[in-house]
């Protein structure tokens, strides 16, 4: 592969990591892709073993890879997501089908609802709620994570339907044939604590939005309370104000 210009200033190096990061940027290399090793470059672009060091030490410098001790370098750029408020309820949507990323669930249990769960899902002291914790995410990247309660009343046999369903939407909706008729957000920027530090493998005090989202059926009921987690630098968030 010719992709270096000896009429140009700029060393080789220089020249192949910009190429390389156009590359990265264009999504030609996905997040969490392994590169070629320094050997590999050499052959690949007829470079000295120097010129490829230098290449991948440019790219590192620029946060685009990262390197693992015997393992080799691997990309760490990721495109941005940008999310509108108005339209969150379609994340996990957008996420699944638009980007092939996969969801893991982290735990699913019965409990009894505290104060404010209650308070939001209009339950009564003592009542029982499913509560789930759950990621969406590509490769070794986890982008999103959701604290979920749904009303055990509402959701008899969650755990046998459960996987059926990709998103929250689909299961309220086709799983259990209720009709959404509304989405509550409340948006919060803040830095990441030491759980969101190993779910989303980030490092603490890493930016981090939280979108508090209550759904609401065609009844005026609200019938799920999600707490969405998602990584600062992964999201752009565009939050939207309606002023009159």
Known sequence: MNILNKQSKDPYYLQLSNALEEMIRSGYFSHGEKLPTLT????IFNISLK????????????????????KGFFVAYHESIKIDLDYFYQIEANLVHEMNME?????????????????????DS??????IKQTYGKELKNVLFEDIYLPLHKFKNLSRRYNQY???PSLIMNGYRY????????????????EMQFILKLKLNEPLWRVESI???????????VNH?????????????NVD
């Open 40 to 43: 590999e470059m050499r052959e």
């Open 51 to 70: 010129v490829a060091a230098q290449t991948y030490e440019d790219l590192s410098h620029k946060e685009l890879i990262y390197s693992r001790r015997g």
């Open 103 to 123: 969801r893991h669930i982290l735990l699913m249990e019965k409990i009894v609802v505290d104060d404010y769960v209650a308070e939001q899902l209009n339950l």
């Open 126 to 131: 003592g009542d029982y709620c499913y509560h």
């Open 166 to 168: 990709l998103t929250l």
């Open 179 to 194: 009709a959404l008729d509304s989405f509550s957000n409340k948006y919060f920027s803040s830095s990441v604590t030491v």
């Open 215 to 225: 759904y609401f059926t065609d009844e005026k009921e609200p019938i799920a309370l």
């Open 229 to 241: 987690y998602l990584s600062g630098e992964y999201v752009t968030m565009e939050v939207s104000l």
